[in-house]
C-alpha cells in the first residue's frame, strides 16, 4: 500500500487578467505517492514548469488544492510554504543550481543547515549521501571541478540529504549524455524505491520512461494520458513511444488515482 | 566557521575587483568621518585649551564675552567687589590681548598675550618642557610654545625679543599650547600684559575666582551675578561650552565639520549597497535556490547581513591604520586629528550600522525573487 506525499486535486493556474489572460493549467488531478518515480513529461509550453512550481509549493494554484503530507497550502504565506518546501520537498534542477563558491559537501551540508541541522551529525549525513551517489571522494571539490553528472549527483544528494517526502526533478538529464542520464535516472529510481520517496521527474527523454512507475502526458495545461510501465531501461533506451503508448489509457479531462 | 558565514565570504572574495571596491568605499567612508570628527574634537579641545587647563572654580567675564579670546574688558575695581562676596576666597586678573612680536631680523608678527598674577593664583602655563612657570614673576619674562619656535625666532630659554617695542626673555617652554586662531600664544606677568597689550591698568580682561571649601558653587555664582552687573561668572564647564557652542556653531565651523562628516556616511553607504546589491544580483539564482530549498527569510538575511559585516570589519580595520596615521601625522600641526577610544568604538559601531543598511537594498532585491525562476533556467 503506497502513501500519497503530494496530491493536486482540480487545480488550475492561470496568469494575468481578462482577454490577455492565459490559462496554463486546467483542472489537473495528480497524486504522488512514496516509492513510486512519476515521469511528467509533455511539450514545451504544456504547463509542466508549472505544475511543477505548483507541487513544489514555489506557485500558487488559481484554483485547487494542493495537500503537502497532509497540510493543504491553501492561503499558506511565503514563509508558511517555504517551511512546507523545507520539511518535505527536495528539489533536483536540470542546471544544477550548486552554489559555485561551495564545495561539494558544503552545497549538501546548505540543504540541513537551512533546517537548522548542524555539527558533526549533519557532516556525517552529508558525507554518507554522498557516498550513496557515489562521491566519496569529491567532498571537497568545488562544483567547477565537476563533470555535469557529477554536479548533477550533488545536486541530488542535497535534495534527498534531509529525508523529504518528495523529490521533484526538474529536466535532470536534460544537461547530461546518455550514460550519465541514465546514471542519474537510476539514483532517483532507487531513491523512490529503496528510500520510499515520492518522485516527479520532468522529463522529455522517452529513453528515460523505463525507469518510470507512471508516465504522465501533459498538453495544453491539462493531463491527457496516463500509463503504468513496467519496461526496463534496454527497452526503452529507443525511445519508442509506442512501446509505452500501448499500456496507457486515455485520460479524459484529468489524471486522477 | 557557519555555513552562512562561509558562504557570506565565499561569495565576497569570489569578485575580488568588486570586493575591494567595496572596501575602498568603507574605508574612504569610515576615514572621511574619522577626520572629520577628530578635527572636530581636536578643534574643540584647542578653543577651550586655556579654560579647561585653568585651576580655577569660577570664570569672570564682561556680559558679551563669548569665549576666551573674546576681548572685553572689566574694571579691576570689580577684584575687591568679587572678593567681598561670601563663600570667595581669592580672586586673580587676568589680562589678554593681542599684541606685536619683533623677530631679531626686525619683522613684526602678531601674538596673543596671556598675562597672568601667579602670586594671586592667576592661570599658570601647563606642559613646562624647560624652565619654570614661575618665571613669569621675573618683570619682562615670558613663556612660549616651542611649536612656535620658527613664527617667534626663538630657540628656548634665553632667547629674546621685544614685544610692543619692549624688551622679553623667554623664562620658560611650553609643548603643545597651540591656539585655534593660529596666533602664538605668549605668557606674561599682569602688569607686563597691560604694557604689552597697552590696556589701560585699571582694566582687566577676566578674574578666576577660587571659592572656599565649603562654598556652594551655585549658590555663590548667584550672589556674584546678583551683586555686580554686566558680567558673566561661569564654572569653567560652562565657559567651555559656551566657546565651543560659538565656535563650532555659531559660526559653522563645526557644522562644516558634521556635514564632512554626515557626507562620508552618505557616500560609504551608498558605495556598500550598490557592492552589496551587485553582488546579490550576481547570485540572484543562488539565493532563490535558497528560496527553492525552503530557506526562510531570516536565514537569507543572514547570508547578506554577513556578506556587510564581513565588509565592516574589514574596512574598518583598514580605515583605523589610516586613522591612526594621520593622528600621528597631525600630531604636531595647527589643526590636530584627535580621535579618542570612545571616538573609535563609535566608528565601528556606525561602519556596522551603514554596512547593515548598505544590506538593505539588497535583502530587499532578495526577499522579493521568485523561487520559481529556478526552474526557468
Known sequence: MTESVIEAANVGKSFGDGPASVQALKDVNLTLNGGELTVLMGPSGSGKTTLLSILGCMLAPTVGTVRICGTTTS???????????????????????????????????????????????????????????????KLESFPRQLSGGEQQRVAIARAIVAEPSAILADEPTAALDAANGQATMAILSAIAKERGRAVLVVTHDPRLFGFADRIVYIEDGALRREASTSLGPADTQRGDPSQWNASSKAISSSSSQ | MSLVLTLAMRNLFQDRLRFVASLMGIVFSVVLVMVQMGLYFGFSAMITTVIDHTKTDLWIVSKGTKYFEDLSLLNTGTKERLLKIEGVSEVAAGVAGFSAWRLPDGVMTSVFIIG???????????????????????????????????????????????????????????????????????????????????????????????????????????????????????????????????????????????????????????????????????????????????????????????QALVNAVIGFGIAALIGSGVVHFTAKSALQVVITPVLIVELFVLTIVMCIVSAMTAIYRVVRVDPAIVLTR
Open chain 2, 116 to 306: 597672568t598674577d601667579l602670586a594671586s593664583g592667576g592661570l599658570s602655563p601647563w606642559n613646562v618642557v624647560e624652565g619654570t612657570a614661575q618665571s613669569l614673576i621675573t618683570p619682562r619674562t615670558v613663556v612660549i610654545d616651542r611649536s612656535y619656535y620658527d613664527r617667534l625666532g626663538a630657540s628656548g630659554v634665553g632667547t629674546t625679543a621685544q614685544i610692543r617695542g619692549l624688551p622679553v626673555t623667554v623664562g620658560a617652554v611650553t609643548d603643545g599650547i597651540r591656539s585655534f586662531t593660529t596666533t602664538p600664544y605668549v605668557f606674561s606677568g599682569l602688569r607686563d600684559a597691560w604694557a604689552f597689550t597697552g590696556l589701560p591698568t585699571n582694566f582687566a580682561s577676566h578674574f578666576l575666582v577660587r571659592l572656599k571649601p565649603e562654598a556652594n558653587i551655585e549658590r555663590t555664582r548667584q550672589s556674584i551675578l546678583s551683586s555686580i552687573s554686566g558680567i558673566q561668572a561661569l564654572t569653567p564647564d560652562q565657559f567651555s561650552e559656551q566657546s565651543r557652542s560659538f565656535w563650532l556653531f555659531r559660526t559653522g565651523a563645526g557644522a562644516a565639520l558634521v556635514a564632512g562628516a554626515l557626507l562620508g556616511v552618505i557616500v560609504g553607504t551608498v558605495i556598500v549597497a550598490q557592492t552589496l546589491y551587485s553582488s546579490t544580483k550576481d547570485h540572484l539564482y543562488e539565493f532563490a535556490t535558497l528560496r527553492a530549498m525552503g530557506a526562510s527569510n531570516s536565514y537569507i538575511y543572514q547570508v547578506i547581513i554577513c
Open chain 1, 75 to 137: 492561503g499558506a504565506r511565503p514563509e508558511q510554504l517555504a517551511k512546507i518546501r523545507r520539511q518535505h520537498i527536495g528539489f533536483v534542477f536540470q542546471s544544477y543550481h550548486l552554489f559555485s563558491t561551495l564545495t561539494s559537501a558544503e552545497n549538501v551540508l546548505l540543504a540541513l543547515d537551512v533546517r537548522g541541522e548542524r555539527g558533526p551529525k549533519a557532516m556525517a549525513k552529508t558525507r554518507d549521501v554522498l557516498a550513496s551517489v557515489g562521491l566519496a571522494s
